[in-house]
């Protein structure tokens, strides 16, 4: 994943990561709120989701320390 997760945020299109997981209610509350948010940027922008408990490594290396956390990146560089 960190090197997919890598070539993700490395684009010139702005990439919002949403750091949750699947037993936090916020996150699933949160969820329904970023699909609308999807429908209305369209292509302007990326939505990727990482579970932090799948994904332990990439969370901690992101400083993600609850959940949900959003997070916006491009080129590569956190916004």
């Known amino acids: 994943m960190s090197q997919k997760f890598q070539e993700i945020i490395n684009s010139e299109r702005p990439v919002l990561i949403d750091f949750f997981a699947t037993w936090c ?9 970023l699909n609308t948010v999807k ?3 369209g292509e302007g922008a990326r939505i990727i989701k990482v579970d932090v408990d799948q994904y332990p490594a990439l969370a901690a290396q992101y400083g993600v320390r609850g959940v949900p956390t959003l997070a916006v990146f491009k080129n590569g560089e956190l916004l």
């Open 39 to 41: 429908e209305n940027v």
């Open 25 to 33: 209610q916020p996150c699933k509350i949160q969820s329904s709120v």
